[in-house]
């Protein structure tokens, strides 16, 4: 067990609609990553969090977008979904090394 | 950070020593080596990571070449449970995303 927990576990839904995708970060730990991996792109980065404030952005496509909280849970917000953002999404919290969550599974159909 | 290169694929008979090689013959001197993996679609795990120096914690053992163009992950007895997608990364920042490449499956057979 890492201490990073994301919900849902699953998620389905269908094109077009919207869903938010909910990561609580290990204790202490500032710095929240989210990644995607989908069967033909592998691990790719999203966005990455500090504190807050966005700190990094990777290939995150415009219809998607994220924030962390005060608390430092962090949601990934997807809209306007297309059957290829069908994917596994991760987040991840650091001090240093990263400790991943169990990911949320999401099907557009 | 450093691009790197590692075979797509390796098997291991249970009990023997996994030895997973990584080439980053462009890695520059503050970057780091890491080593996750990830067992089937659950998250990705931290194993291990060095900078010139061979490391080694409960879970495996890093290798690093002297001139650091390679580097080769030990788990000295593999076990089934081993079995997974074994990924070699170059870090130059400790705040830094991670470029996961497509990995070594490794398969430990029994």
């Known amino acids: 067990d890492s201490g990073v927990t994301q919900t849902p576990k699953h998620l389905i839904t269908a094109t077009g609609q919207r869903v938010t995708l909910r990561c609580s970060p290990r204790s202490g730990d500032l710095s929240v990553y989210w990644y995607q991996q989908s069967l033909d792109q592998g691990l790719q980065f999203l966005i990455h969090y500090y504190n807050g404030e966005e700190r990094a952005k990777g290939n995150i496509l415009e219809r998607f977008s994220a924030q962390q909280f005060p608390d430092l849970h962090s949601e990934l917000n997807l809209s306007s979904l297309e059957l290829g953002d069908s994917a596994l999404y991760f987040c991840?919290?650091?001090?240093?090394?990263?400790?991943f969550g169990p990911g949320t599974r999401l099907t557009v159909l | 950070d450093a691009k790197t290169t590692q075979p797509t694929s390796m098997d291991c008979a249970e009990g023997r020593a996994a030895n997973l090689p990584c080439n980053h013959s462009t890695i520059s001197g503050n970057e780091y080596v890491y080593w996750y993996r990830q067992i089937h679609s659950q998250g990705p795990q931290y194993i291990i990571h060095g900078l010139k120096n061979n490391e080694t914690n409960e879970m495996a053992s890093l290798i690093i070449t002297e001139d650091r163009k390679s580097s080769t992950l030990i788990l000295p007895h593999a076990t089934l449970r081993d079995t997974a997608v074994y990924y070699c990364?170059?870090?130059?920042?400790?705040?830094?995303?991670?470029?996961f490449g497509r990995g070594t499956q490794l398969t430990v057979w029994p």
């Open positions: 991840a919290s650091s001090d240093g090394e990263q400790f």
């Open positions: 990364i170059g870090r130059g920042s400790t705040l830094g995303r991670l470029y």
